[in-house]
């Protein structure tokens, strides 16, 4: 089935920024809608970014809207998540899913992956 491996994460400062990647081996991107979610210490795991390997058709959540950029490269089977201007609450365990959007809500379609670690702290 194929494997999602997220890296990219690390500390930053406030007001600093990350790239994140995902890459995908033994699974091609192309026929999915990828999506970016992220669970912080106490919290449910919640969707933060998606992009349509199709149409590039991008969706944020509002808390990130103007921050982070979710792209892809079709090349290299990856997709990313620019994200500047952090924020203490980004603070996060970051995690890269195939996603659909049913009921109002995104949902993963496949199991986790180790995700990685974005602090944001001065």
């Known amino acids: 089935q194929g494997q999602l491996v997220e890296s990219g994460g690390g500390l930053a400062q406030p007001g600093g920024s990350l790239r994140l990647s995902c890459a995908a081996s033994g699974r091609p991107f192309s026929r999915y809608t990828m999506a970016w979610f992220r669970q912080a210490p106490g919290k449910e795991r919640e969707f933060v970014a998606a992009i349509n390997w199709i149409d590039v058709s991008i969706t944020y959540t509002d808390s990130v809207k103007g921050r982070f950029t979710i792209s892809k490269d079709n090349t290299k089977n990856t997709m990313y998540l620019q994200m500047n201007s952090l924020k203490p609450e980004d603070t996060a365990v970051y995690y890269c899913?195939?996603?659909?959007?049913?009921?109002?809500?995104?949902?993963?379609?496949?199991?986790w992956g180790q995700g990685t670690q974005v602090t944001v702290s001065s």
């Open positions: 899913n195939p996603t659909v959007f049913e009921d109002n809500a995104w949902y993963a379609l496949d199991s």
